[in-house]
């Protein structure tokens, strides 16, 4: 799963660098809180981030994202008494019979994610093989 914070530029611009970092720490939280033992969440650079999923099939996958999605949402960061609405673009792929690496599963995962960034961000999509 690929996973980018909507927008974030926006954030350090208008309240500075701290408090861009200070977001990145509370989505970096939220997403944590709906994770479990297993999977594991790594920040590729700045506002992208990846989380390996070994023991989820598609379906759990996508119920996951669904949640992270929603509780970043509902748990706004507050600046200042303000409250900053977050969004995300999260793009999921799984493994496949022809999969020589790790990469590949990544690779289909930003594919989504990018596809997901070209209509505006926000929302949650799948790569099968129609993307391809």
Known sequence: ???????FRRVNKKFGLHHGDLVLKHVVRTIKSELQHDEVLAQIKGQEFCIL????DMLSAKQLARRI????QRNLFTINNKKIPLTLSIGISSLIDS????RSLQIR???????VKSHNGNDILSFDDEMS
């Open 109 to 115: 995962a930003d594919k989504a994610l990018l596809k």
């Open 53 to 56: 999923l070994p023991k989820q």
């Open 69 to 72: 999605f929603d509780s970043v």
């Open 99 to 102: 999969d020589d690496e790790i």
């Open 1 to 7: 799963m690929s996973i980018n914070i909507d927008h």
